[in-house]
């Protein structure tokens, strides 16, 4: 078990996963394989990751007082999550989130907040009582703005490592003073540069303006190119490990939580970030959001990462 903790604040939904050949277009029906239901929700995912890896875990969010509520929680505890501020929230439904994916292993999204939306100062503050310097906290921003205010606050009064994972896309620049490591993709970082759309070319030179313009340490990950590392002045190309995708759906959020427990185990920035990218490829080759989180014994059977253990 790692000597911090990791502390995650965010969301919980129940996933509904959809199988198709093509997108349809605007207008158009087009045939399903599948449908199916499984836990997800960014926070969660991130959790479930960090958990998988070693890491001491406590989730903090909400669900509704529904099947899917009792469901979700007991996937976060089946996994190890400390679900003792998971508040479940009466006469509210738990979140859902959407998921179309197709053969190719893409994905697209639609979330409805339902509970997620009654994550507020109050009970963020109460899920961040142990929180201590050398923790790792994880914030997303499928939970209301205020409560992630609160847990970057609360993060940098204590001394503990603050990571922003700014998803879905949204403009974060008042979040950043409290915050160490921003996690973006590459349509998020767009966004948070304020940008129209950023060239494949570009991802670089974004990751490092917007390290140069908050002070913080900045990584945009790029799918099967895997990731730019801008910290200390300094820019990282970080990359991915081949494999096969069966589904993308959560590797984002692999990628962040690995991040969190290997920064919690001790490890340097770069190296954690580079293992991370191999938890993000890793979780390509399951089908659903935590199903292809991976243990420290899966990367090293899968990659051949070497952990000192």
């Keep these: 078990m790692s000597e911090h903790r990791v502390y995650v604040v965010g969301s919980i939904n129940q996933d509904l996963l959809i199988s198709t050949s093509i997108y349809p277009k605007l207008g158009e029906t087009v045939h399903g394989h599948s449908a199916e239901y499984d836990a997800g929700g960014k926070g969660a995912n ?6 998988r890896l070693g890491a001491t875990t406590s989730f903090v969010g909400c669900v509704g007082s529904d099947d899917s509520g009792i469901a979700m929680t007991e996937s976060l505890r089946a996994n190890d ?6 508040t479940t929230v009466d006469d509210v439904a738990t979140g859902l989130a959407v998921v179309t994916r197709t053969d190719s292993g ?10 997620n939306a009654e994550l507020n100062p109050d009970r963020v503050a109460a899920g961040l009582t142990a929180l201590t310097a050398g923790d790792i906290l994880v914030v997303q921003l499928e939970i209301p703005i205020p409560a992630v205010e609160t847990a970057r606050r609360i993060a940098r009064q204590r ?3 603050a990571i922003l994972n700014a998803a879905p896309a949204g403009a974060v620049a008042d979040l950043l003073p409290d915050v160490d490591i921003l996690v973006v993709n590459e349509f998020e970082a767009a966004t948070v540069a304020g940008l129209d759309r950023v060239d494949e070319l570009d991802f670089a030179a974004v990751a490092g303006l ?4 908050h002070s913080r340490a900045v990584i945009v990950t790029v799918g099967s190119d895997g990731a730019w590392l801008a910290a200390g002045g300094q820019l990282t190309k970080i990359d991915a490990l081949p494999v096969t995708p069966v589904d993308s759906t959560g590797a984002g959020d692999a990628f962040v939580g690995a991040l969190a427990a290997l920064l919690a185990q001790g ?6 970030t580079r293992w991370a990218a191999a938890a993000g490829a890793h979780a390509c080759l399951k089908v659903g ?3 292809g989180a991976p243990t420290l014994d899966d990367l090293t059977a899968i990659f051949g990462l070497d952990f000192g253990r």
């Design 46 to 51: 991130q959790a479930v990751a960090a958990a």
């Design 210 to 213: 917007l390290a140069e313009r």
């Design 267 to 272: 490890h340097p920035l770069e190296q954690s």
């Design 159 to 161: 001394g503990a490592t």
């Design 81 to 86: 999550v400390d679900i003792a501020h998971v």
């Design 106 to 115: 893409q994905n697209a999204i639609i979330v409805i907040a339902g509970a």
């Design 289 to 291: 959001a935590q199903a």
